[in-house]
């Protein structure tokens, strides 16, 4: 292949391959990424996750922590490392593989300091040119990105096509959102096909149009121009989000074993009272992240088709 039709050809692969960023932790990046990648692998798309973060909570989200595979990130560096592709833990749920993260990711941040030394900023393509022979058979690729670290951003930015957006309504999230504005603009310019697919507001009580109205108008003040906000919005419930990082389960998996769950008087007439009952909010939410993934589907597929893969080809 020549140089051109290489770099088309890792575009192509890189298509589907959506960053969730917010400088903030605590924002929601994690808790979406497992249950879209979830829903989305129950409906047969192939999905794959590439965790950057050191805590790891996807491990806690999706079951998997100090299970067969769980490499806490050591295979990832190793990759970008030796520059080879990244080998995936396969069907951590059916059709759902994952590039663990983990304590091990430690050593990629000192890495990449002395690659863009050597490189400079060409340093950054190289989670592109790790993941791209990996990530062209799947639907949809997410990258679960740390908060609070400028190079890892840089590097999931870089290899991304997409980028969305968690937020809560608070400042926090707010002033999280102008830093990846800030890192969406410099990545653009070596990763010019990078765009927004939107905000999605996380962990909101609110149903209020103001409060919404507010969050639009910060992510287009950080973005400029159109930015959307996605219409759905994830339901504050905190109860069942413990639930579901204790339990290793996603939403849509607690729904079914609360629905299974005996009632809580049939519980205390057999003497299991004391045993801890899970939150019956995971339907909602639950409900929320399926309307999430639909969203996202629709929202995707209009956004391709404004921009054709001619113009990723052109690249
Ligand atoms: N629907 C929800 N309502 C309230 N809290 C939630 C909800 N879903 C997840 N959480 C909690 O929010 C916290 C941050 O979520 P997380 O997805 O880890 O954010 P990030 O990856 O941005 O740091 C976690 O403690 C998680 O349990
Ligand atoms: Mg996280």
């Given at each position: 292949m020549t140089g051109r039709g290489a770099v088309a050809g890792r575009a ?117 040119e790790?993941?791209a ?183």
């Open positions: 192509h692969a890189l298509g589907r391959v959506i960053a969730m960023v917010n400088d903030k932790g605590g924002v929601g990046k994690t808790s979406l990424v497992a249950n879209l990648a979830g829903q989305l692998a129950a409906a047969d798309y192939r999905c794959l996750v590439v965790d950057l973060n050191r805590q790891a909570n996807l491990a806690d989200d999706l079951g998997y922590r100090d299970g067969d595979g769980d490499d806490q990130g050591a295979g990832l560096v190793l990759s970008v490392l030796t520059e080879s592709p990244v080998v995936p833990v396969r069907d951590v749920r059916p059709g759902l593989d994952v590039v663990p993260g983990g304590a091990r990711l430690a050593d990629l941040v000192p890495l990449m300091v002395s690659r863009l030394q050597e490189r400079g900023r060409a340093a950054f393509d190289v989670l592109a790790v993941l022979p990996t990530a062209a058979p799947y639907n949809v690729v997410f990258v679960d990105c740390p908060p609070e670290s400028t190079i890892l951003t840089d590097l999931a930015l870089t290899a991304a096509r997409w980028v969305l957006m968690p937020t809560k309504s608070d400042v926090g999230g707010l002033v999280g959102m102008r830093l990846v504005a800030e890192r969406f603009a410099v990545a653009r310019e070596r990763n010019p096909g990078l765009a927004l697919l939107g905000a999605v507001l996380f962990a909101t009580g609110s149903r209020s149009r103001r409060v919404h109205a507010e969050v639009r108008g910060a992510v287009e003040a950080a973005f400029g121009g159109h930015s959307p906000l996605f219409t759905t919005a994830i339901r504050h419930a905190e109860r069942s989000a413990q639930d579901a990082r204790r339990l290793g389960r996603l939403a849509h998996e607690l729904e079914l074993e609360v629905a299974a769950q005996p009632a809580w008087w049939a519980s205390l007439r057999a003497g299991t009272s004391a045993a801890p009952r899970l939150s019956t909010a995971a339907a909602g939410v639950a409900g929320d992240y399926r309307d999430l993934g639909v969203e996202l589907l629709t929202v995707l597929r209009a956004a391709e088709e404004c921009t054709p893969t001619r113009e990723v080809e052109a690249m």
